[in-house]
């Protein structure tokens, strides 16, 4: 998976970085394809050289923006003889054809080769920052090659000045953005939007992301040490200069799916209310709660998120968002806690509460809220790194690691750690490598037994999926690794859609078993949400809203085709939407493949099919190697793909051709 | 009896805690009046444990504890 292998037919004639962007450029447009349509802006870090196009028309009518577009880029600029942190390979931030312009699409991604997984990196965040590209006029910002010093990349107009980034090289999150906003004298989200790193970017730590706001973080796979590679401390964009004028009317629309997405029972009686923290107590029912690096299921109720409440100042939101679904939190005058700058903060997310809780074996509402203080300052992925931690305990806890003092729900220990894996200092350089740990000398080869990952990407969430067999299926293909955002079916949990399969049929396209643990029709529930995300993910809609992702009521196909025409002028179809969806994942699957990846890459972690549940009403439950590989070919089948994992020839061919337009 | 916990959300005048007759899941529905309130957001647990398909087949048994649980598994 690391490299490509000799003599692959994917192999690219070698050219440099800069003679690909210049071969790309030949093939772009250099004007607008459509109403609201930003540039592609070219930045070569090393040389301080600003290139600009426009995406061309027909590869925004197949991938629309944001990731999609973002896997043209990357697929024609990535080398896949280099390694992920080389220079040459770039970072891509990409924003949604609609972001800024529709209600709840306020989302960008960050794309590149992940330092961390060795797949592609592909990583998707709020916030501010991916509607401040939009709103100056930047549909991708693509960079590369090392600055000669830290340096700050500034919109304040359509030139970017490189500031030199001195003053905030190793600072963390809190401090920079207090230093940031008091330089350029100005408000994040009303003034500018920012994403920069951390110290622990600076330090090329794996399980770093690049903050996009005080908790806002593009997060899986490393996107911070890419950045670091870079030399790049952050990219602050200013001011509203663009003219997204829509082609049409789109107001009254956008009315309408506010109004849809507020009267969604999860936005209104959830979401609005306590956030995602939600999400905790049905999986610790279920017998579904990672606990102990997965080697448990069930764990206390003392972190249900009622229990948050009397933390719970107040939500926030990102930009435009009518939901603000981010619970903040606040422990001033709490006994159990030092009244230190992590006393308030953002969050804490149901991911952070299943990572820094069960995961590691913390009990305690006050350590959980302070470890995602922590984290969101020292611009740590919560997820990789509550995994990493997770994995290392557990092989302490056999004796696979000694000489480390580290002992599950050891609070003090935790702490610390997250601040030396910052650094890379003592055990803190070890968690740095996150899932690279055996790769890297630290952990000999028995220790890959016990980590929770697919494709080198550690779980993102905490739900066990040894159960849900959609969700177990949804882990194992998803593009970048193991993570729930790409295609999760979270509807397999809700009994009242099981119950009525006929519901279940029109809402997948398809029939789908009604029992949660059958691996009867899940890959058709599995290839709809991967479609519907897909598209959400180029839209720029947050996945709260978007349609199956917890609601059959959200905003979904329907809004997505009306507000593009409306707002681009770009007519699709249904159909076209889901082929769009597809048509992603394609490309994901061609970049991936430049990379190693095969079907052996698209299965889960071994525990999984060897150790069973042993708690609570689906007791004895694991994954059953032959179902799962059979399931996985019904998934490549009605996903057009070879046995392999690879677009089917012709559809494959269609796919190269947009690619190269 | 059949002990029910709700969530704040259903409460309506409520109490978190309310005690009734009830043989079935539908029983418990239908004397709290919560047919329109109660859609897909909302799961049964009994006894501590989350029911997620095949809510018409639950018996319910004297003593048992029930709640409705605010279920959702995207996060």
């Not at chain 1, 000045?161 to 008091?182: C, K, T």
């Not at chain 1, 994040?188 to 908790?215: F, H, Q, R, W």
């Not at chain 1, 990407?457 to 849900?468: F, M």
């Not at chain 1, 085709?561 to 061609?590: A, C, H, K, P, Y």
Request: glycine residues 10%.
């Amino acid at each position: 998976m690391e490299q490509l292998a000799q003599g692959s037919p994917f192999r690219m004639p070698l050219m440099s970085t800069r003679q690909r962007v210049d071969a790309l450029l030949a093939r772009l447009a250099s004007e607008p394809q459509f109403p609201t349509q930003g540039e592609t802006v070219f930045v070569d870090l090393e040389r301080a050289e600003v290139r600009r196009a426009y995406i061309p028309r027909r590869v925004a009518e197949t991938l629309l923006g944001g990731r999609g577009v973002n896997m043209f880029l990357l697929h024609n600029l990535l080398d896949a003889s280099l390694t992920p942190l080389h220079p040459d390979v770039p970072l891509i931030f990409g924003t949604g054809i609609l972001t800024s312009m529709v209600p709840s699409a306020s989302r960008g991604n960050a794309t590149s080769w992940s330092p961390e997984s060795g797949v592609l990196m592909d990583s998707n965040a709020g916030d501010y920052f991916p509607s401040f590209m939009k709103l100056n006029g930047i549909d991708h910002l693509v960079l590369y090659g090392k600055a000669p010093k830290w340096t700050l990349l500034h919109f304040a107009g359509r030139e970017p000045n490189f500031v030199d980034a001195a003053p905030w090289v190793g600072l963390d999150n809190i401090d920079l953005r207090e230093r940031i906003a008091a330089h350029f004298n100005g408000v994040e989200g009303k003034d500018y939007g920012l994403a920069a790193i951390t110290s622990a970017g600076e330090n090329l730590v794996l399980c770093s992301g690049i903050m996009a706001g005080p908790k806002a973080i593009y997060a899986r796979g490393g996107p911070g040490a890419k950045m670091g590679s870079l030399n790049l401390k952050g990219v602050l964009i200013a001011g509203r200069t663009a003219d997204l004028t829509p082609a049409h009317p789109h107001k009254l629309r956008n009315r309408e799916v506010a109004i849809k997405l507020l009267g969604t029972s999860v936005v209104k009686n959830a979401l609005k209310k306590r956030g995602t923290p939600f999400l905790y107590k049905p999986s610790r029912m279920l017998g579904a709660m990672g606990t102990k690096n997965n080697q448990e299921t069930t764990w206390t109720d003392k972190l249900d998120a009622e229990n948050i409440d009397p933390f719970r100042p107040g939500m926030e939101g990102c930009f435009a968002c009518p939901v603000n679904c981010r619970p903040l939190n606040d422990m001033t005058g709490c006994e159990h806690t030092p009244q230190d700058r992590y006393v308030k903060g953002d969050g804490p997310e149901y991911v952070t509460v299943g990572k820094f809780g069960p995961n590691i074996g913390i009990r305690e509402v006050e350590q959980v809220l302070r470890l995602n203080n922590i984290c969101n300052d020292l611009g740590l992925d919560t997820a990789s790194t509550g995994s990493a931690i997770a994995w290392a305990m557990e092989l302490v806890q056999r004796g696979i690691v000694t000489g480390v003092d580290l002992q599950w729900g050891d609070y003090d220990a935790i702490e610390k750690l997250l601040f030396a894996t910052a650094r890379r200092e003592g055990f803190g350089n070890v968690i740095a490598n996150s899932s690279r740990a055996v790769e890297t000398g630290h952990y000999p080869p028995e220790a890959l037994d016990y980590l929770m990952a697919v494709k080198g990407l550690t779980q993102s969430d905490p739900h066990d999926a040894r159960i849900l067999k959609a969700f177990a299926l949804g882990l194992a293909v998803a593009t970048r690794g193991m993570d729930h955002l790409r295609n999760r079916v979270t509807l397999e949990i809700n009994a009242k859609i099981n119950d009525d399969p006929g519901f279940k049929r029109e809402l997948y396209g398809g029939d789908v078993s009604a029992e949660p643990n059958s691996y009867t029709g899940k890959e058709v529930a599995v290839r709809k949400c991967e479609n519907t995300f897909a598209v959400g993910d180029a839209v720029g809609m947050c996945r709260f809203t978007t349609k199956l992702f917890n609601s059959p009521s959200l905003p979904g196909y329907e809004e997505f085709r009306d507000q593009i025409f409306n707002v681009t002028g770009i007519e699709l179809s249904l159909d076209d939407m889901d082929r769009i969806g597809l048509d992603i994942m394609g490309v994901e699957r061609l970049i991936n493949a430049k990379l190693g990846v095969t079907r052996k890459d698209d299965t889960l972690p071994k525990r999984w099919f060897e150790e069973a549940i042993g708690v609570g009403p689906f007791k004895g439950e694991k994954i059953d190697r032959r179902e799962f590989d059979d399931m996985l070919s019904r998934f490549y089948l009605i996903s057009n793909l070879t046995d392999e994992g690879l677009p089917r020839p012709e559809w494959r061919a269609e796919l190269e051709g947009v690619l190269a337009s | 009896m059949i002990t029910v916990r709700l969530p704040e959300t259903l409460r309506d005048g409520r109490g978190a805690i309310v005690t009734m007759d009830a043989a079935s899941l539908d029983d418990i529905i239908g004397r709290l009046e919560l047919e329109e309130e109660r859609d897909e957001l909302y799961n049964f647990a009994v006894n501590g444990e989350l029911i997620v398909h095949g809510e018409n087949e639950v018996v319910l048994e004297d003593g048992d504890e029930v709640e409705i649980v605010v279920a959702f598994s995207g996060g």
